[in-house]
């Protein structure tokens, strides 16, 4: 077999097997993979491949309120009694957003003179409650899942601007490009790149710019088995200590589980922002302020 047909026959073999309905365990190994930086969730697929549509012209003409992802780009949210409901998944994003905003107003920032990145979106559950903001500067939004971002670009752009990034811990933006990056619940599921991944936010932060993320700590620990003794947070917790015995140990965080969905990074609170305060700024950290987790807010030194 000459050189040239040989290059060709292998490079036919990957391109019949990327996205094949046959390689999806390889997928999923890959994401369960925890030293794997760089991969992403993809698009469902057939063995032929996948299409992406425009919105309807009956969609476009209604307001953002009423453009709502299907119930599995919704991540849980807005659920009651085991069944969806689109007032609770609309609530759940502007509460958080407004939980956001006071922190920043406390703080002394106003939003809308720079532009914001969400760091983490899924199918703009935050993001959309931006909308005003979004006509006075560019808002962008980003994450791994990639159905929901193509969704999102289908649906909520304009005014927002979307793409999908992966675990490896690089935007491509410009140093110094936002005032604001927000991250709801997504520092909660980052593990060994999590330092990487603040330090990138802090690339393209402007001067003086904030960091509001959110994370789960022992404050988070003793609210989840307070009020929701059967979640399964508890078994994993305690599935961890009965392998290490961390909780009887001077821990600083930990990872149940693993997959960048799957696993929930837990940090003790003070430990975790002296360190990370050698790189930015701590302005204020309030548990509960998201759900059971505790809202940070961090500014980078100009």
Known sequence: MSEELRLRENQNRFHQAIGAAEIRGLENSLMNASNLAGT?????????????????????????????????????????????????YLRSGLNDVNAMRRLLVKDGVRLGSAPILEFGCAAGRMLRHLEAEARMTEV???????????????????????????????????????????????????????DAWLLEIRRILRPGG????????????????????????????????????????NWVAFVTRTTPWMQRVVYQRDAWLARIGQWMDVRAAVPNAYGWQTGVLLAKRG
């Open 140 to 194: 962008w939004g980003v994450d791994l899942h990639s159905a929901a971002i193509h969704w999102a670009q289908a649906h909520l752009s304009p005014p927002f601007q979307f793409f999908t990034n992966t675990t490896a811990p690089h935007l491509p933006f410009e140093d110094n490009s936002f005032g604001l990056v927000f991250a709801g619940s997504v520092w909660t599921h980052i593990g060994e790149l999590d």
């Open 40 to 88: 992403y969730y993809p698009e469902d697929r057939s063995q032929n491949g996948f299409a992406l549509y425009a919105m309807s012209a009956d969609l476009a003409a209604k307001p953002l309120s009423e453009r709502l992802p299907p119930t599995p780009l919704r991540h849980y949210y807005g659920i009651k009694d085991n069944r969806y409901h689109d007032d609770l």
């Open 210 to 249: 904030r960091l509001y993320l959110t994370v789960s700590d022992q404050n988070t620990l003793a609210e989840i088995k307070r009020l929701s003794p059967d979640h399964a947070s508890n078994r994993h917790v305690a599935e961890l200590d009965e392998a290490t015995g961390m909780l009887s140990k």
